[in-house]
């Protein structure tokens, strides 16, 4: 069959239902159009009067395609996103149609929300895509895949537009288990490990004394959600005789990808983020056994130490595997100099 997008202007177009055509309206429309639209969209098209037969809208999802229909879809131009966009400066990795790759500096917010509203890596990209934005559910706005909290720093791929937004979440839903997505993060810890590498396997869930946090659950609770974090310690700072240290740059890969999962595993296993004064306020005395040089490098310290240096996936559209990675920032080699004198 001819490619339904060259058939008619650019928001309209046309379908003919072939002698094998069969089955609901919105499958049968999601299956042709091909990627470009998820079967919700579609059928919120129909919904919404977008699609006609013989000139009259059809608005039943369910409709029975009879070979030999002809349906006419009009399709609405991306509307204007509600945050607006913001001239803030991005380091790019790389860019094109489909996706953008940037390195986030601390501090600065994923999305707008609450108390947040401006000032985000969204209308930092609303500026900087422009008109390349083709729109993520028919608004014109940048599709977040995943996130990095505001202070942590590191490699984030957003998607340009509907069809990369769905094959990049797909991606990151499946946790790399069948496909080439990686994502790999540096931390500073407290203390050293026993095991230089080690896997944490410890479900995560809203903690019960604060909702805005996360803790680990019991696997047999109801919030539980499975989370496995693959950590190797890199470096030890001032280790001692009896294989102790009073920090130690680690290394990890997550297997899954809850919120603060980095951050509340290490401080599980009693080596929280230094900086991290959510889930390691009880650790800020330790500075007080370092070197002067280091102490003040620690109090200076004011966000955790945690950095997503390597981002590994699958192009949404040529396959391609595509790998990125961003050095430690200053803020945290100036850190780990400092513990090393």
């Excluded at 290490?266 to 650790?283: E, S």
Aim: hydrophobic share 35%; charged share 25%; glycine share 8%.
């Amino acid at each position: 069959m001819s490619d339904p997008f060259k058939e008619a202007a650019d928001n309209r177009k046309v379908l003919t239902a072939d002698e094998n055509a069969e089955g609901r309206l919105d499958s049968w429309l999601t299956a042709e159009i091909g990627e470009e639209f998820s079967r919700s969209r579609v059928q919120g098209l129909i919904k919404e009067g977008a699609v006609t037969l013989e000139g009259a809208a059809v608005t039943d999802a369910k409709r029975k395609v009879r070979p030999g229909d002809v349906y006419e879809i009009t399709l609405p131009e991306p509307e204007d996103p509600t945050p607006q966009g913001e001239d803030i400066p991005l380091d790019v990795l790389y860019e094109d149609d489909d996706v953008i790759v940037i390195s986030k500096p601390a501090g600065l917010v994923v999305h707008p929300g609450a108390g947040n509203w401006s000032g985000t890596l969204v209308n930092a990209l609303i500026h900087h895509c422009g008109n390349s934005l083709s729109g993520i559910g028919g608004v014109r706005r940048p599709g977040i895949v995943h996130r990095l909290d505001k202070d942590t720093t590191g490699v984030m791929v957003v998607a340009k537009n509907d069809v990369a937004h769905r094959h990049l979440s797909l991606q990151f839903a499946d946790h790399g288990r069948t496909t080439s997505l990686e994502r790999a993060y540096q931390a500073i810890v407290w203390g050293r490990p026993r095991q230089l590498v080690g896997t944490i396997d410890a479900p995560l869930g809203r903690s019960s004394s604060d909702r805005t946090r996360r803790a680990v659950k019991r696997p047999d609770s109801q919030d539980a959600d499975e989370a496995i974090t693959h950590y190797e310690v890199l470096e030890r700072f001032h280790e001692t005789p009896d294989a102790t240290a009073l920090a130690s740059l680690i290394e990890c890969h997550l297997e899954t990808g809850r919120t603060h999962q980095i951050r509340v595993h290490m401080a599980h296993i009693g080596h929280p983020l230094l900086g991290d004064a959510v889930y390691g306020g009880g650790f800020k005395t330790k500075a007080n056994l370092l070197p002067e040089v280091a102490k003040q490098a620690v109090h200076r310290f004011t966000r955790q130490a945690l950095h997503a240096y390597m981002l590994q996936f699958e192009h949404p559209r040529t396959g391609e595997v595509m790998h990125f990675e961003a050095p430690l920032p200053e803020d945290m080699e100036e850190l780990a100099a400092a513990l090393r004198g």
